[in-house]
């Protein structure tokens, strides 16, 4: 079955730079897209990234320039580099496939605060 499980989400200060992970199994991972999704306390989940099998990328406007969305194909593995951390950054983040229905990982806690 599908598995995605991140990982790396922590506390981190204001201008920081956390690197998280999306480990994926299950599927054909260099076949699919993957994405990068945050949900804040109140809030509505939100795409964060994306990268589609070939490699091509978009960002949600809040994050472009500061965050980049990453794969291994031969690792089965999708990366978020953040950069220069907001505290509106503040959320877990959710790997997210797409297939015969959507996938979802446990979510990792990215918290950004002094």
């Known amino acids: 079955q599908v598995q995605l499980v991140e990982s790396g989400g922590a506390l981190v200060q204001p201008g920081g730079s956390l690197r998280l992970s999306c480990a994926a199994s299950?599927?054909?991972?260099?076949?699919?897209?993957m994405s990068w999704y945050r949900q804040a306390p109140g809030r509505q989940r939100e795409l964060v990234a994306w990268?589609?099998?070939?490699?091509?990328?978009k960002y949600a406007d809040s994050v472009k320039g500061r965050f980049t969305i990453s794969r291994d194909n031969a690792k089965k593995t999708v990366y978020l580099q953040m950069n220069s951390l907001k505290p509106d950054d503040t959320a877990v983040y959710y790997c997210?496939?797409?297939?015969?229905?959507?996938?979802w990982g446990q979510g990792t806690q990215v918290t950004v605060s002094s």
């Open positions: 997210n496939t797409k297939g015969a229905e959507q996938y």
């Open positions: 299950g599927f054909i991972f260099s076949y699919h897209a």
């Open positions: 990268i589609g099998s070939g490699e091509s990328t």
